[in-house]
């Protein structure tokens, strides 16, 4: 694997990285022995609590071989993409809206899923994983959603690339609420501007103060209001490809022209994913030449990063690309450290047993009824690659609104309005939301070549070319040029038993939900609790906590993908018995 972006190695056996336990004070944590360094080192610097908002604390951490040491891991973590969502100290010195103590207090960060973290030299202040500085910014990368934890008998897993139970969405509001508290309130205000580098108790430190929380939170009710939907994402999922769509459209037009984001998806996992040939839920990102690194783009725009858009009328003039935050040399180092990364195998020294009798059974009915769509790998082949299966939504039968979204949503062009695209047309009035996306991906990726010609060169040293969509659904025509974007993509379900809730929207709780008629499919379901259930295989769903998710909702139908539905109960458990084995 390619170790050249981690330049943090060195330095992390000089810091505390205690593995376990209750935070007993609202600082970081102090520096500890030798000892406890190298162990936390080990570990990964990842912070448990006892106590959890939920329920679901734990007093061990434990994490899995996943072909990641922990340089690779913890630079992962916090790794600058150009995230820009507010300023750095704003997020550090800031109180919770309801009490006087740290909003990142790792309590309170919990309550949005998001996993705490101790002190490391590229995480000074004991931010969550995800969390990144750029410059005097902070915002998310790639990890916040894509690294998660389940919880069982007390001992929490952390597991890389795995989708996360982060309430995003929630987050952000709280956020807001925190900073109108803040201003609300005098000696909030007085205890910030005296907290804050370079601050004070006087009263010129108090309106800077002022005026640089005001225009914070003028952005994040821009931001929420833009974003608004009567679909609520909730815990472990969000509308990411409608959310990046409104901020390309704030970039290019006015962020009144956002459309409704009523489509989340569950956060895909991340293992192998460099090495499909088309990813995305509905498959229309290839990753053949520079397309990871533009997709990565967009991923960066979906989470803060920021874009002047240009208005180019001759390709000469669109060789300069767009100016933006984005680090484009750490999206193409990511991507070849996420070529490292492997699937999670079941850890039977945490969880039960795998009944390999039963396991047997199932292998038998996986081969008869998944694996067409869900082909078998073999993570520790370091050749390994991925040919997506694309089924289309009359096949599958699932909720349809991603994908109809995705296909179908027409936006202003606003300042491209004449100007020249990447295929060398000139922009109407108004175009695809896609094609909006596409074309600040392009042109943000033009202005970093070297970057691009990284990307292009390691795509060709993989051999990743552009090849025809592969699966049950309808090609592309004149008639009906996005066809194939009405369909949701298929992946072998190696590590599926860490991806639970299920389907594209989350919208079927465990695996053994999955195997069931849809209408014998828990209606309405609890998502954001830590603790697992290894006999069906997902989270605990019960109760009403943190976030009860109704499958009568815009975008959340937990219909179609109709497959082993009527096997009987034996071979349901058989089959789900085998799916821990991938």
């Known amino acids: 694997m390619r170790r050249h972006h981690f330049p943090i190695v060195p330095l992390l056996l000089l810091t505390a990285c205690a593995s376990t336990g209750e935070l007993a004070s609202n600082k970081p944590p102090p520096l500890g022995s030798p000892r406890e360094l190298l162990k936390g080192l080990r570990e990964r610097a990842g912070l448990v609590l006892e106590k959890d908002a939920y329920g679901d604390g734990a007093t061990k951490l434990v994490y899995l071989d996943q072909g990641w040491g922990p340089p690779e891991t913890l630079w992962f973590y916090h790794a600058d993409q150009g995230s820009v969502l507010m300023p750095y100290d704003t997020l550090v010195h800031l109180e919770q809206a309801g009490n006087d103590q740290p909003f990142i207090h790792p309590e309170h960060m919990t309550r949005f899923r998001f996993l705490n973290q101790h002190r490391t030299p590229n995480n000074p202040d004991a931010l969550p994983v995800g969390f990144a500085r750029h410059e005097d910014q902070v915002g998310l990368t790639c990890a916040a959603c894509h690294t998660s934890q389940l919880n069982y008998r007390g001992t929490a897993i952390r597991i890389d690339g ?27 205000l007085a205890r910030f501007a005296a907290a804050v580098p370079g601050g004070g108790r006087d009263e010129t430190s108090r309106e800077a103060a002022r005026k640089s929380l005001t225009q914070t939170l003028r952005w994040f009710e821009s931001y929420n209001t833009a974003n608004h939907s009567s679909t609520v994402e909730g815990f472990g999922r969000l509308d990411a490809v409608g959310r990046i769509i409104n901020q390309a459209i704030r970039f290019s037009s ?6 409704e984001p009523n489509a989340p998806t569950s956060y895909p996992l991340l293992w192998d994913a460099p090495r499909h040939d088309y990813v995305q839920w509905t498959g229309f990102s290839p990753n053949a030449g ?13 989470v803060f990063g920021r874009i002047e858009v240009k208005h180019y009328e001759t390709e000469q003039a669109a060789k300069k690309g767009y100016p933006s935050t984005v680090e484009a040399n750490e999206l193409v180092a990511m991507e070849e450290s996420l070529r490292g990364l492997k699937s999670p195998r079941w850890p039977e020294n945490v969880l039960p047993p795998i009944d390999r009798t039963l396991a047997a059974r199932g292998e038998t009915l996986y081969q008869a009824h998944c694996v067409s769509c869900h082909a078998l790998i073999d993570r520790d082949d370091p050749k390994r690659s991925v040919t997506a299966m694309i089924t289309g939504i009359d096949v599958v039968g699932t909720d349809d609104t991603t994908a109809r979204n995705i296909a179908e949503a027409r936006v202003p ?9 990447p295929q060398g047309s000139k922009y109407g009035a108004q175009m695809s939301a896609l094609s909006l996306v596409a074309d600040l991906a392009t042109r943000t990726v033009s202005a970093s070549p070297d970057a691009a010609l990284k990307s292009l060169v390691n795509a060709r040293l993989h051999r990743q070319e552009k090849t025809a969509k592969q699966g049950n659904h309808t090609r592309n025509s004149d008639a009906n040029p996005a066809a194939d974007l009405l369909a949701y993509k298929a ?6 038993w860490a991806s639970s809730p299920y389907l594209h929207n989350g ?15 828990p209606q309405t379901f609890s998502v954001g609790r830590w603790e697992y259930d290894p006999k069906q295989v997902g989270y605990i769903s019960d109760g009403s906590a943190p976030f009860v998710f ?8 937990n219909r179609g993908h109709e497959y082993g539905v009527t096997l009987p109960d034996a071979d349901r458990w058989a089959l789900v018995e085998y799916l821990k084995t991938l």
């Open 550 to 557: 109704d499958t009568r909702v815009t975008g959340n139908s």
């Open 413 to 421: 062009s606003g300042v491209l309005e004449g100007a020249l695209s």
């Open 491 to 496: 992946r072998p379900l190696n590590g599926t």
């Open 507 to 521: 919208s079927v709780p465990t695996l053994y939900a999955l195997l069931l008629p849809p209408t014998e499919r």
């Open 254 to 259: 006015d962020s009144k022209n956002s459309i």
């Open 162 to 188: 795995a989708p996360a139970l982060a309430d995003v969405s929630g987050f952000l509001r709280e956020m807001q609420a925190a900073l109108t508290a803040t201003l609300a309130d005098d000696a909030r």
């Open 290 to 302: 520079a397309g990871s690194l533009g997709r990565n783009t967009g991923e960066v725009v979906g």
